[in-house]
């Protein structure tokens, strides 16, 4: 099971911090990541990381966002930081990735299992 939570509307230039909680069958694999679909888009790889720890973020939040994750706790977190309007979309935290994660972000197909999505909305 993956449940998503911290979403919410702030305003352009705020931040916000997603967490994720995975069970632990759910949790322990190469790699993890967060989706996000802005509305009437197609859901796009916002960042992933693997179990080294190593990251990757999609070039519009490089500089902006921040993903981490506690082994102990089986959570992943997405900080995010200086937001935009842009930035408004539903967010998917995904788990059960493919090997690799923490160099490109593997397409959303490579994920086993997903949230239910948390709204972030952005006003200007």
């Known amino acids: 099971q993956v449940v998503e939570s911290g979403g919410g509307t702030v305003q352009s230039g705020g931040s916000l911090r997603l967490s994720c909680a995975a069970s632990r069958s759910t949790y322990r694999t190469y790699s993890m990541a967060w989706f996000r679909q802005p509305p009437g888009k197609e859901r796009e790889g916002v960042a992933s990381i693997d179990d080294d720890d190593k990251t990757k973020y999609a070039d519009s939040v490089k500089g902006r966002f921040t993903i981490s994750q506690d082994h102990a706790k089986n959570m992943l977190f997405l900080q995010m930081d200086k937001l935009r309007p842009e930035d408004t979309a539903i967010y998917y935290c995904?788990?059960?990735?493919?090997?690799?994660?923490?160099?490109?972000?593997?397409?959303?197909?490579?994920?086993?299992?997903w949230g239910q999505g948390t709204q972030v909305t952005v006003s200007t």
């Open positions: 995904a788990t059960e990735g493919p090997p690799g994660g923490g160099f490109y972000i593997p397409q959303a197909y490579e994920y086993n299992s």
